[in-house]
């Protein structure tokens, strides 16, 4: 297509087409790069919340009247909240090895939905829902990586 400018302004526009599109290629790494953070910004949202429920519903389940009942409950909470509070700091710092710890997390997150939806309990029920989510932000953002 014919340059409709004068040459020198043509040749200036063409001699800079290099320029143009390595910025436009950088413009687009940074939309690349503003959704990854977004996606782990919402991860690291979603790991807290997931320890929050996991820590309330070990102490809710400790007030059960049949605590005996709640044991694995309780057990798999604690890990759960640990290993989802781990997972948000290697996540955070953008550890090399945040995708060894994030497997780790998805596996004891299912376990712990799991076993919580077992429970009629209201805090079990929140926390096996919080789990899910959990499991299903890391899975999403190993992908992404």
């Known amino acids: 297509m014919p340059c409709k400018y004068e040459p020198a302004l043509c040749f200036k526009l063409l001699g800079n087409l ?4 390595s910025y436009l290629k950088q413009k687009n790494q940074n939309k690349i790069k503003a ?8 991860l690291e949202h979603v790991l807290i919340k997931c320890v929050t429920a996991c ?12 605590v005996k009942m709640m044991v694995r409950c309780i057990m798999l909470d604690r890990d759960c909240a640990d290993i989802c509070a781990l ?13 060894h710890v994030m497997k780790e997390c998805i596996e004891i997150c299912r376990l712990c939905e799991e076993e919580c939806r077992k429970h009629e309990a209201e805090h079990c029920q929140k926390c096996a829902e919080a789990c899910r989510e959990c499991a299903e932000a890391c899975e999403n953002w190993m992908q992404q990586k």
């Open 18 to 21: 290099e320029l143009v599109q």
């Open 35 to 42: 959704m990854k953070s977004e996606i782990t910004n919402n």
């Open 55 to 66: 820590e309330t519903c070990a102490t809710m389940c400790l007030q059960e009247d049949n």
């Open 87 to 99: 997972t948000a700091r290697f996540v955070a710092r953008n550890s090399a090895h945040a995708k």
